[in-house]
């Protein structure tokens, strides 16, 4: 029998193993993203009605917001219990407090939002605090990391302070009562110094994570986003049958809706994330801040869906060519940002740009189509379409290519 009573005693933070077999996500690590459902549940919805509601450019800075606080909040838990992860209770606890974190943020979301749109002042007390709660909550495993593991004492310590540091500006936002432009202000350069503390804090030694779990955690934290899009579809059908019971426009609708997420779903996974992160290590950088606005486009494309949805409801007031702008734009965008993410990471493809150039031309063809007349379910389904016939050249022409790219990069290495 075992001397120590705890089933998850402290154990040293010395830094995991960055080649280790068999390496995936925690049941922690799952149960945290939970969290980030509710996040994104929250901000897509509030997006949605603004936009609904005219309420573009609003929407959009309360949505970035959101979407920055969220996500850049996962990805630097995910960065460090990439490279740290003890699973012992400290560390549970810890991570538990991070994810009060992003309740009290998701809290923070709705005024946020309506605080924007009314113009006056920025309601951003809650959405802070719970941001800030969770970066002091990281800054105090970055504190232990350097006490537990000298090689990298000066980088850990580095991290610590860095985002000590910015934490004070956020509580300067937090505490000043300000409009929309003097909040942007504050907010931007913020950001700035936010996403330069992992450069600045890695440029001597870097930390020991690990690339198939990092590609595996992104995967997921993508088919959450995705989750948005499912829930838009079904909104949206409901509020085409709740108006013009089962139709064929439904069955589009219904069709258009699930199939768009699955083709997203698709599209991101002809990646393979893991292999060339593992050979490309010192492009981690770009290949995690570029997934930003890839998961913020997939949860703007859910959040567009329940746009459709208000249109048909008759609750919006925008064109049906504004509707259907709203998910095409986001679908450009993800399909624009994964090409480029593709090109980083496996080299360029002439091949995969001209298919992204082509998607992208359909979105506006679809937008085009709406503007002519052309019913909103007609114009989702031209939007499916194209990813569709993205999938197809991929499956028939990609598979080859991208081995020939893999062992390309992986002589290059050697």
Request: proline fraction near 3%; charge should be neutral; aromatic fraction near 10%.
């Amino acid at each position: 029998m075992s001397s120590n009573p705890l089933r998850h005693a402290v154990a040293r933070m010395g830094g995991r193993d960055p080649h280790e077999k068999h390496r995936a996500a925690t049941p922690l690590e799952l149960f945290f993203d939970l969290t980030f459902v509710i996040a994104f549940g929250v901000a897509g919805s509030q997006f949605a009605h603004e936009v609904a509601e005219a309420h573009v450019l609003p929407g959009l800075i309360g949505f970035a917001f959101a979407m920055f606080a969220v996500i850049w909040a996962w990805i630097n838990f995910t960065w460090f219990a990439s490279a740290y992860d003890t699973d012992d209770w400290v560390f549970r606890v810890v991570t538990m407090v991070q994810i009060v974190g992003v309740l009290i943020l998701t809290m923070g979301i709705e005024p946020m939002f309506h605080s924007i749109v009314e113009g006056e002042h920025v309601d951003n007390r809650v959405i802070v605090g719970g941001y800030i709660l969770m970066r002091l909550a990281l800054v105090a495993q970055w504190v232990r990391a350097a006490r537990q593991d000298p090689a990298r004492r000066e980088t850990c310590l580095r991290y610590a302070r860095y985002l000590a540091i910015v934490q004070l500006g956020w509580v300067v936002v937090l505490v000043l009562d300000t409009g929309v432009t003097a909040t942007l202000l504050m907010v931007v350069p913020l950001v700035a110094l936010e996403m330069a503390t992992p450069y600045f804090a890695e440029r001597k030694a870097s930390t020991p994570w690990h690339a198939h779990h990092i590609a595996e955690r992104y995967g997921l934290l993508a088919i959450i986003a995705l989750g948005e899009c499912l829930i838009g579809a079904i909104e949206t059908l409901r509020a085409f049958v709740a108006n013009s019971g089962w139709t064929v426009d439904a069955a589009l609708v219904g069709f258009g809706g699930t199939a768009l997420a699955f083709g997203m779903w698709w599209v991101y996974f002809m990646l393979p994330a893991g292999r060339a992160l593992h050979v490309r290590r010192h492009r981690s950088y770009l290949f995690g801040y570029g997934h930003i606005p890839i998961f913020a486009s997939i949860a703007a494309t859910g959040a567009s869906l329940h746009v459709a949805a208000y249109y048909i409801d008759h609750e919006a007031h925008i064109s049906a060519a504004a509707a259907v702008a709203s998910i095409a734009i986001p679908v450009a965008i993800f399909k624009a940002t994964l090409t480029w993410l593709y090109s980083v990471m496996m080299g360029a493809d002439r091949m995969v740009i001209a298919v992204a150039a082509g998607v992208i031309a359909l979105q506006g063809g679809a937008i085009a189509l709406a503007a002519a007349g052309a019913s909103v379910p007609a114009c989702l389904l031209v939007i499916v379409l194209a990813l569709a016939a993205s999938i197809i050249i991929d499956e028939k022409r990609g598979g080859a290519r991208v081995h020939a790219a893999l062992e390309k990069l992986e002589q290059s290495r050697h």
